[in-house]
């Protein structure tokens, strides 16, 4: 073995160190992005059922398709 082994090693962790540390920030980065992404689809939503829930009245599940809008139904 040379005398620069030791160092070679302490080297080796230090690179092991900063690759974990990057690991870490890109895990954090990915959970953030899936957090923002989740929390976009779960607003569309709400607004869908939000806007949408006045439009569901037991007349429009029981009644059949019309010319008129105002009187079809999904049956």
Known sequence: MSSSAP??????????????????????????????????????????LIDGWARLTPEFLSSFPSRRAGQAGIL
Do not use: E, Q, Y
């Not at 974990?20 to 954090?28: E, I, P, Q, V």
């Open 7 to 48: 160092s070679d090693v302490a080297l080796i962790r230090a690179d092991i160190r900063r690759r974990k540390h990057r690991d870490l920030w890109f895990g954090a980065l990915g959970v953030l992005a899936l957090a923002f992404a989740l929390l976009t689809v779960v607003t569309l939503f709400a607004n869908m």
